[in-house]
């Protein structure tokens, strides 16, 4: 047998060693004699090389032959099959485990497999054992783990098909199981175009996690010796950075099932991530629902479902949460936050998506928090919007006029979405099998609902909406740069299209009332219609006199004229902290004049102190686009009753009922178009910032 060893390397020393330090290294190795249990016969056929090599290196003649030899191309050194297994020691302790272990297994194996119970099996079985454990501790050296672990297999292997050494089988075992963490690093750190190893470094894992009873690690098992908690939790943040959010969902959601707690916290994270980060809010509802379940002790779960809340844009049940919430400190702070209490939670939910939610995926960029993208975005904005309509379908039925009413609806509302949509114990996931199955129903079911409600009541659900949004936009204030969050026109075209269809029926229902009256050449009995504009005026120029047209012409007149009476109203801030219906009317009526002015375009728009930045620049850009169109507009509009729908210290909500007349005209003085509204309901909402109130959006037509 040749083997890849020369003279130097077999004693010891390095080629340019003088005789004196050859000798003492043979005679180190002859007293250093492995004691791993090797057999009398072949130690002594150990030592006879050994000392054959120190009498070839310490005679001149022989060592200069020896070395052209080497310089010549001469590789590796002829051993005679009585002294194989000896030299195949001298390979192994010269620092060639791998080499030795390779071997050694070919020589276990026909034809060349020693006869049972001869020292020559035994001897090579004990040195296949030896190999393979050093060669795996070499492997690691290198941090190739992988390969390690197959060393340790292969010696497993062989000892069990030999059927000896039970105590070094039992420790190659060992070195295996204390190698797994280190194995999953390996295979799951790898470039994701090796998903066969990935996949791999999956399994490896959750098989893992497993047998040790969750992260937690309830059972006693053989990782236990090795790998205590510290130590796991440790490791496991060392792998999560390189699992996909998708990865990491199933896994926990799989470990929930088998009753890991800690599976169950982290499940939540990880839908909350993918559900803002890919802008699913399906996901948030089913962490909403695991979170709700979940009795993890010493967990405040309060303020984490409040965030989710906040992303589905439902704020009383966000603000509710976390006034719910056991942490004093965190409810200290948010009474003591100087600005709008929604702003602070706001705060709260982006520091804990950016610090705590969006961490640790390898397929999430971590980065800043852009709470006002995410409301913009037009799939979040439908799926709040079917959410919406979904509720408004049931409290139809429902009378919401009683407050325990309203409680039992708003639980039934969540647990009827959950159940319905986003179960996932009843349904089953990962998919196929589960949610995805049922979304085409679904979708269309909410479609036919949409069009059904968009149909009969366009005007009372597009109010409620955007009385939510624009609470939104108010609470969110400077910390989301004023930015209109939601803009849906086809909701406006909606609106548009009831006022122009209820305007022509008013028309007609006058003419087919007047049509049932008694006319004289002169005289006309009418009635004052709601709507007054120069199409109901062409209907009934028709049918009635002189008289009744100029009749209602003064009707037109009279409202339009009403403007010369108009206070020019200054801008102040309302900074009384209860301010008294007056007041709040003062405000808005401040807010209608200037508005008014400049749209007229007679005054500049100086209203920072009563209206919020986002109001101020769509007035700004509704009077440039009148500018490129080269017209202006004059708006007359008289307060006739107003009332509070609701008041605290941060919002207020005011019903107003006004007279409204709107003339848009070219620059040259020629009428456009002219309308009549009396009266015309609007929701105004208020909201308290930076120590003032100010007007943060209205609602017209409710």
């Known amino acids: 047998m040749e083997l ?26 002859l007293d250093k004699t492995p004691d791993e249990g090797f057999t009398y016969e072949v130690l002594t056929q150990r030592s006879e090389l050994l000392r054959l090599t120190a009498d070839l290196l310490t005679d001149p003649e022989s060592r200069r032959k020896y070395e052209n030899l080497l310089l010549n191309g001469a590789s590796g050194l002829e051993f005679p099959s009585n002294r194989e297994v000896a030299g195949l020691i001298l390979l192994w302790e010269s620092g060639s485990p791998k080499e030795a272990f390779k071997m050694t297994r070919k020589a276990l194996q026909p034809p060349q497999t020693p006869a049972l119970g001869s020292s020559r099996e035994a001897d090579l079985t004990l040195l296949a054992a030896l190999t393979a454990r050093d060669s795996a501790i070499q492997e690691q050296q290198f941090r190739s783990y992988i390969n390690a672990a197959d060393f340790l297999n292969e010696g497993i292997q062989l000892l069990q098909r030999m059927g000896k050494l039970g105590e070094i089988r039992k420790d190659l075992e060992e070195d295996l199981a204390s190698l797994l963490p280190y194995r999953i690093l390996d295979l799951i750190s790898r470039d994701l175009n090796d998903p066969e190893s990935h996949a791999k470094g999956l399994r490896l894992l959750e098989n893992l996690i497993i047998k040790r009873g969750g992260l937690e690690g309830n059972n006693k098992s053989e990782y236990g010796d090795y790998l205590n908690q510290q130590e796991f939790e440790a490791f496991f943040q060392q792998i999560k950075p390189y699992l996909t959010v998708q990865e990491q969902i199933d896994l926990f959601l799989e470990l929930q099932k088998r009753g890991s707690l800690e599976a169950g916290f982290l499940a939540f994270i990880s839908l909350t991530a993918i559900g803002f980060s890919r802008r699913k809010p399906e996901k948030l509802f089913e962490a909403r629902r695991i979170l709700k379940k979940l009795n993890l002790s010493g967990l405040d779960s309060m303020p984490l479902l409040g965030c989710l809340d906040l992303l589905l844009a439902d704020i009383d049940q966000a603000s509710a949460r976390f006034s719910s919430s056991s942490d004093e400190k965190l409810r200290d702070w948010l009474n003591s936050y100087p600005g709008n209490k929604l702003e602070a939670i706001c705060i709260f939910c982006k520091n804990w998506l950016e610090n705590d939610v969006l961490v640790g995926y390898r397929d999430i960029e971590s980065k800043v928090v852009d709470l006002n993208s995410w409301f913009e975005d037009r799939e979040i904005q439908e799926f709040i919007e079917k959410l919406e309509m979904k509720s408004n379908k049931i409290s139809n039925k429902l009378n919401l006029n009683n407050p325990q009413t309203k409680k039992d609806f708003s639980k039934r509302i969540n647990k009827d979405f959950d159940r319905k949509n986003y179960n996932i114990e009843e349904r089953g996931l990962p998919w196929p099998g589960g949610i995805k199955e049922q979304e085409e129903n679904i979708d269309t079911q909410e479609n036919q609902f949409e069009e059904n409600v968009l149909k009969n009541k366009p005007i009372e659900f597009y109010g409620y909406l955007v009385e939510k949004i624009a609470e939104l936009k108010f609470s969110f204030g400077e910390f989301l740069e004023n930015k209109a969050i939601f803009y849906r026109p086809q909701y406006l075209t909606y609106f548009y299209a009831f006022v122009i ?54 009707v037109t007149k009279e409202i339009f004229e009403k403007k010369s009476e108009n206070i020019s109203f200054e801008a102040k801030e309302l900074i009384i902290a209860s301010p008294s219906i007056e007041e709040i009317k003062y405000l808005i009526e401040t807010w209608l004049v200037n508005k008014s002015n400049y749209l007229a375009g007679k005054d500049e728009l100086n209203i920072s102190k009563i209206a919020k930045t986002g109001l101020i620049k769509r007035t700004i850009k509704e009077r440039q686009i009148d500018i490129e169109k080269g017209r ?30 709107e003339r848009i005209l070219k620059n040259s003085g020629e009428l456009i178009n002219e309308t009549s509204l009396t009266p015309l309901k609007v929701k105004y909402i208020l909201g308290f910032s930076k120590n003032s109130w100010k007007l943060a959006d209205f609602v017209s037509g409710l």
Request: charged letters at 25%; proline letters at 3%.
């Open 4 to 29: 890849p060893l020369d003279h130097f390397r077999l004693i010891g020393v390095s080629p340019s060693a003088t005789s004196e330090e050859i000798l003492r290294a043979f005679q180190l190795r």
């Open 501 to 554: 269809l209820f305007s022509l029926g008013i028309g007609f229902g006058l003419f087919k009332n007047n049509s049932k009256k008694e006319f004289t050449e002169n005289n006309a009995i009418i009635e004052k219609p709601l709507f007054i504009s120069n199409d109901n005026l062409d209907v009934t120029k028709k049918n009635i006199s002189k008289d009744t047209e100029k009749e209602l012409n003064n």
């Open 632 to 661: 202006f507009k004059e708006i007359d509009s008289q307060i006739q009753e107003i009332v509070l729908k609701s008041q605290n210290s941060s919002r207020i909500v005011a019903m107003v009922e006004m007279n409204y007349l």
